[in-house]
T-cell receptor, first 113, second 114 residues
Framework: NAGVTQTPKFQVLKTGQSMTLQCAQD?????MYWYRQDPGMGLRLIYY???????DKGEVPNGYNVSRLNKREFSLRLESAAPSQTSVYFC????????????FGQGTRLTVV | GENVEQHPSTLSVQEGDSAVIKCTYS??????FPWYKQELGKRPQLIID?????GEKKDQRIAVTLNKTAKHFSLHITETQPEDSAVYFC?????????????FGTGTRLKVLA
C-alpha cells in the first residue's frame, strides 16, 4: 500500500516549457487535490477533483490544467511554465464518505528558470 | 472567498513549555478543522482534527479547541519536545455540503529549543 505517489520528485524547467506532474493513489479515494506550497503562503489549492469525472478550480488555478484520468490518477499540467510557478507541489486524496483525513504525496520540487 | 488566518508565523519555545497556535476562519458553514504537521522536507500529516459539534479534543500532549461563535480554533501542545519542531498547518472545510476541499492557513514554524 503505497498511499499517494507523485512523479517526478524534482524538476527544472526553462520558462515557456511544458510538463505534467503525475499523481496516483491506491486507497480507492474519491477526491483528489493539487496544492502548491510557497514560503509564508502555506498550502494553496490549485485544482481539485471531488470524484472521478469532475474537476474544479481552487484558489490559484491560473496557468494550470488538470485531468482526472481515472479514479486513481490526477495529473497537473503546466502549459507554459513561468518563474512564478517555482514551488513545491503536493497531491492529496481522501474519501469524504469514509474518512475526512487527507493523505499527501511526497511532493514535487519544481524550479522554473 | 473562504479564508483561514493562522498566527503566529513562527514560534520558539523552551523544551517542556507549552505552545499555542491560533486560526480564524471566515466561512461560518465550515464544520471540520484538521491540523497537519510537516517536518522538514516531508509531506504534511494529520495530527488531530475536530468537528463543529465538539468544543475540545485531546490526544496525549496535543489538544484542539474550537469556538464556533468567534470562528476561532487553536492547537495546544504541552510538554514540548525537540521532535515537535515542524511547521503546523490548520485547515477548514465543509463536510457534507458537497464542497470537497480544504482551505489551509499559512503555517506556523515551531522551534522547540533544548
Amino acid at each position: 500500500n503505497a498511499g499517494v505517489t507523485q512523479t517526478p520528485k524534482f524538476q527544472v524547467l526553462k520558462t515557456g516549457q511544458s510538463m505534467t506532474l503525475q499523481c496516483a493513489q491506491d486507497m480507492n479515494h474519491n477526491s483528489m487535490y493539487w496544492y502548491r506550497q510557497d514560503p509564508g503562503m502555506g498550502l494553496r489549492l490549485i485544482y481539485y477533483s471531488a470524484s472521478e469525472g469532475t474537476t474544479d478550480k481552487g484558489e490559484v488555478p491560473n496557468g494550470y490544467n488538470v485531468s482526472r484520468l481515472n479514479k486513481r490518477e490526477f495529473s497537473l499540467r503546466l502549459e507554459s511554465a513561468a518563474p512564478s510557478q517555482t514551488s513545491v507541489y503536493f497531491c492529496a486524496s481522501n474519501d469524504w464518505t469514509a474518512n475526512t483525513e487527507a493523505f499527501f504525496g511526497q511532493g514535487t520540487r519544481l524550479t522554473v528558470v | 472567498g473562504e479564508n483561514v488566518e493562522q498566527h503566529p508565523s513562527t514560534l520558539s519555545v523552551q523544551e517542556g513549555d507549552s505552545a499555542v497556535i491560533k486560526c480564524t476562519y471566515s466561512d461560518s458553514a465550515s464544520n471540520y478543522f484538521p491540523w497537519y504537521k510537516q517536518e522538514l522536507g516531508k509531506r504534511p500529516q494529520l495530527i488531530i482534527d475536530i468537528r463543529s459539534n465538539v468544543g475540545e479534543k485531546k490526544d496525549q500532549r496535543i489538544a484542539v479547541t474550537l469556538n464556533k461563535t468567534a470562528k476561532h480554533f487553536s492547537l495546544h501542545i504541552t510538554e514540548t519536545q525537540p521532535e515537535d519542531s515542524a511547521v503546523y498547518f490548520c485547515a477548514a472545510s465543509k463536510v457534507g455540503s458537497g464542497t470537497y476541499k480544504y482551505i489551509f492557513g499559512t503555517g506556523t514554524r515551531l522551534k522547540v529549543l533544548a
